[in-house]
């Protein structure tokens, strides 16, 4: 029996007609969905030499929310200062914020960073200039205040009254609470998540992300140091997981996520000089991961030497060359001679009771 052919209806065929003739450019054209499509080149604020070997990665790309976190005393703030100072160098302005209140600016020439002491007439410094914008606690009181700062800084960059790329450098999420945290006396993890949420992951991470269009006259980068604490295992075979103070807006919102040392301990070694009896520790060997890379999406390890002059590569004959460098500095407290090498090695393996954690999940 012969199979009978079924004619298409006369909508479809209708629709046929229309797509035949239809051209999507020309539509795009008188929609204004045609421009603004284009990226512009990505563009780095690279990383020191040993940092870049280490995890094969150029640097913190420019143009996007860039997290650094882990345990105090890891290498963060050493991050941190080195891209400061290659922002400085690279024509970017860093601009400071600086809420946890440890830094020390000896410490930042020492990496290089470009800052001049203002002193008065008897010699006393009373200030520092230089290339950079710097504000901390002493006018910022709490989340919703640097996101006012930060609002201010992009607006007047707008309006062409600071005409530069602009590096955001914020030191640290998690050491400072929101407005309802302060106007209710109670420094409360879900309210802090909360504005962070509201204040950073609706608003100024679109502003910063967006400044990478290439019809955006200028380029701006946020790169946040974001303190942890640690949930404790939920099972006797899971494991205990790091947590981000503050919540996980950043760490949704970032393109680059590098984390420094263990879960429940600093995952660090300390080097030390020793002599008869005394010590001073001038390096520290930190693991460091890069567990987020949404760049070209190639996530790496490995192990770095953090140093008061900044990163070394991890090997014998680098820390060899900088204890010759610099083993001068030791002298008033060690004295003349030979130093021995000795190395603290028992924060590098993970914890193994983690039944006393006080640092518990701070995030919603």
Known sequence: MPIKKTKKSLSAEASQEIKSKFNLSIFKGKKGLDSNIKFKEQRWIKFSKALQETLSIPGCSMGHIVTVRGKSNTGKSTM???????????????IIIMTEMKHNWDFWKKLGFDITDIKDDNGDVISHEGFFIYRDRSTLNSIEDIAKFIIDMLKEQKDGNLPYDLFFLWDSVGSIPCDMSIEKGSNNPMWNAGAIATQFGNFINQKIILSRKEDQPYTNTLFIVNKTGVAPAVGPLARPKMTNKGGDTFWFDSSLMFTFGNITNSGTSKISATKNGKKVEYALRTKIVCDKNH?????TAGVIISTAYGFINNTDKDIKKYKKEHSSEWIDILGEGRYETEEDDSEWEEGKNIENLTEIVDSL
């Open 80 to 94: 941190a200062i080195e891209l400061a100072v290659e922002a400085q160098k690279m024509g970017v302005l860093p």
């Open 295 to 299: 760049i070209n999406g190639v996530t």
